[in-house]
């Protein structure tokens, strides 16, 4: 098996969001947080065949690397050979206890959604450089009944610096809050809704990936 250079790129996002991964037969892949408040699922042209677990999955990665035409060959549950296409080197990687992994357990069905939007890559790129450049630790999807913002600030800090960007309208108010931290999607353009019940889900636009993102607690609607 090869892997392809867009599924390399999904199991990196992954792995910003959970170091160690379950990867279950078929071809999709899931990861979710140790805090258990961000999911993130996606399609991929491979199909794998069996149940295997990787508790690093970075060093993972940085081992397939190694090889300029790597090719995978499976041995159950066990391990899995890392290969040139001309087999003069090789790697034996031996997979982790399943058991020892942070994985999801099950699917989440989105609740009613009270707020969508879409979410342009542009977008995403100022705000989460904004958040940076100014150490912003939180965002606040904000509608005033007229239009809906996007807002890093800090929220425990009443003279907070902050940076706003307007993405929609809407004719309710809500103030619905994230840690910037764990905006840790693919940088691209999101369909967005965001459920009173805490929850929101990020839906790529141009990839089979989606995210769920919890929001903190002291959100209101």
């Given at each position: ?35 258990k408040?961000?999911?993130?699922e996606?399609e ?20 397939v ?19 040139d ?13 399943k ?47 007229k ?75």
């Amino acid at each position: 098996m090869n892997l392809s250079s867009d599924t390399v790129s999904v199991l990196k996002n992954f792995s910003d969001i959970n170091q160690n991964i379950l990867v279950k037969p078929g071809n999709k892949v899931q990861t979710i947080s140790t805090m258990k408040n961000i999911l993130a699922e996606a399609e991929i042209s491979e199909k794998f065949e069996s149940e295997f677990a990787i508790y690093d999955l970075p060093e993972f990665l940085r081992s397939v690397e190694l090889f300029e035409k790597p090719e995978l060959k499976f041995n159950g549950g066990s391990n899995v050979q890392i290969a040139d296409s001309n087999s003069k080197q090789a790697i034996k990687y031996f997979f982790a206890d399943k058991s020892v992994i942070v994985s999801p357990t099950k699917n989440i069905t989105m609740p009613d959604k009270e707020v969508t939007f879409t979410f342009k890559k542009e977008t995403f790129a100022k705000l989460l450089k904004a958040a940076t450049t100014l150490n912003l630790p939180d965002v606040a999807v904000k509608g005033d009944g007229k239009s809906i913002k996007i807002v890093a600030t800090d929220k425990k800090n009443k003279s907070s610096n902050d940076y706003s960007i307007e993405v929609g309208e809407t004719d309710k108010k809500f103030t619905a809050y994230f840690k910037t931290e764990n905006f840790k999607m693919v940088s691209d353009d999101y369909d967005v809704a965001i459920s009173k019940q805490k929850i929101s889900h990020f839906v790529n636009r141009n990839k089979p990936i989606q995210y769920w993102i919890a929001l903190e607690p002291d959100s209101e609607f």
